[in-house]
């Protein structure tokens, strides 16, 4: 049973103060919910069971994430939502059949679809519900997917010319037959601690950009150490400027390159050039028409440009921590463009104005 023992009048409150804050003009739920001081999912879980007249209606699903997910390709176009405390990655494409990717070291699932790119890993996954919420523009409609304590893992949301009927048919097949409102936040799961050791190996098994994303992102607040730690040639932390210069850069030169963002159990990925790099207050942003990226800059607390040896050759990335030492994003060249991208790709890394004192290449252990 997934109901939390608030009762019905906590529920109440909790969906009239909802209503009050988007009536103030609050868009985004995870602000609303923080204000709150409950988790986002615990605030999506309390619309639960809603009424039809309610702003917001949620329906709880099974948790059979993986067949599930394989059944996204059938919604057609939607938008794509993966995000971490500090960045939101926004992709317009569709869904695909997804395979499993196993290595010795990392086991994820990885779906490619036309315009989505994902690679997550639903054992931390927890909680799902089919969001309806009622505005100016209509009914908006989304899937969104949360891990034990409450925090979105991945959402995704239907547009003009998504499948309704296919998105109805799918909820009817994975609703829960728990529809009692609420959640108990639970501690994440256990992840072992990966040593430096265990890191290198790891390392060593990364083929691209993707893999290393997700390496980083499972070590949590382990990987700014852990390169730290790296010889130079492999790791060198860059002032933290580098965000806005690579990407303003990409977007000047029409590099094609790769922003990967998201999460313990979602990566998302754009491929591809960018156009629109906008700065507004703390929010340093790529608006793009099928792609938005924010990220806050005031949260990124260490930039570092890694260098993988990976599949195809040597390929360099900009890799952005917060203060606890995990990653915001990473920005790396498409490995399929010309020659010449490539070339200015690493001329750029090169130029990106290091941190001091230049750290040793001694190759420390922990």
């Known amino acids: 049973m997934m109901q939390s023992p608030l009762g019905d009048d906590a529920y109440l409150r909790i969906r009239a103060q909802f209503s009050q804050a988007r009536q103030a003009g609050q868009a985004r739920h995870r602000e609303i919910a923080e204000a709150m001081h409950i988790s986002e999912?615990?605030?999506?879980?309390?619309?639960?069971?809603?009424?039809?007249?309610?702003?917001?209606?949620?329906?709880?699903?099974?948790?059979?994430?993986?067949?599930?997910?394989?059944?996204?390709?059938s919604l057609g176009e939607v938008m794509?939502?993966?995000?971490?405390?500090?960045?939101?990655?926004?992709?317009?494409?569709?869904?695909?059949?997804?395979?499993?990717?196993q290595t010795e070291y990392l086991q994820v699932t990885w779906m490619r679809g036309a315009g989505v790119d994902l690679l997550w890993?639903?054992?931390?996954?927890?909680?799902?519900?089919?969001?309806?919420?009622?505005?100016?523009?209509?009914?908006?409609?989304?899937?969104?997917?949360?891990?034990?304590?409450?925090?979105?893992?991945?959402?995704?949301?239907?547009?003009?010319?998504?499948?309704?009927?296919?998105?109805?048919?799918?909820?009817?097949?994975?609703?829960?037959?728990?529809?009692?409102?609420?959640?108990?936040?639970?501690?994440?799961?256990?992840?072992?601690?990966?040593?430096?050791?265990?890191?290198?190996?790891?390392?060593?098994?990364?083929?691209?950009?993707?893999?290393?994303?997700?390496?980083?992102?499972?070590?949590?607040?382990?990987?700014?150490?852990?390169?730290?730690?790296?010889?130079?040639?492999?790791?060198?932390?860059?002032?933290?400027?580098?965000?806005?210069?690579?990407?303003e850069h990409a977007a000047a030169q029409g590099l094609s390159i790769w922003i990967l963002a998201g999460n313990i159990g979602m990566t998302q990925a754009h491929r591809g050039p960018i156009d629109k790099v906008v700065q507004m207050g703390p929010w340093l942003n790529v608006l793009d028409a099928g792609f938005n990226l924010h990220v806050r800059q005031d949260l990124i607390a260490s930039s570092w440009?890694?260098?993988?040896?990976?599949?195809?050759?040597?390929?360099?990335?900009?890799?952005?921590?917060?203060?606890?030492?995990?990653?915001?994003?990473l920005i790396a060249a498409d490995a399929s463009s010309g020659a010449s991208e490539r070339s200015a790709w690493v001329a750029l890394m090169h130029r990106l104005p290091l941190v001091e004192p230049i750290r040793s290449d001694h190759h420390a252990t922990l």
């Open 41 to 73: 999912g615990a605030l999506i879980a309390a619309h639960v069971g809603a009424e039809a007249a309610a702003l917001m209606r949620a329906t709880r699903l099974q948790p059979r994430w993986t067949v599930l997910c394989a059944a996204l390709h």
């Open 80 to 101: 794509a939502l993966t995000r971490n405390g500090a960045c939101v990655h926004e992709k317009v494409g569709r869904y695909a059949e997804f395979t499993a990717k």
């Open 121 to 247: 890993e639903v054992a931390h996954w927890q909680h799902g519900f089919a969001v309806e919420e009622s505005g100016e523009k209509g009914v908006q409609r989304s899937l969104q997917f949360y891990d034990a304590s409450g925090t979105a893992v991945h959402k995704l949301f239907l547009r003009a010319q998504s499948d309704l009927s296919a998105y109805q048919s799918l909820v009817r097949a994975f609703c829960d037959t728990d529809q009692l409102p609420g959640l108990i936040p639970q501690a994440l799961l256990t992840v072992p601690a990966t040593d430096f050791a265990a890191f290198l190996t790891h390392w060593e098994a990364i083929q691209d950009a993707r893999d290393l994303h997700c390496l980083l992102a499972q070590v949590r607040g382990s990987g700014h150490t852990f390169l730290q730690h790296l010889p130079a040639a492999s790791a060198r932390e860059v002032q933290l400027s580098a965000a806005n210069m690579v990407l």
């Open 305 to 329: 440009v890694v260098v993988v040896p990976g599949l195809a050759g040597h390929f360099s990335a900009l890799v952005l921590f917060n203060a606890a030492g995990e990653i915001i994003a």
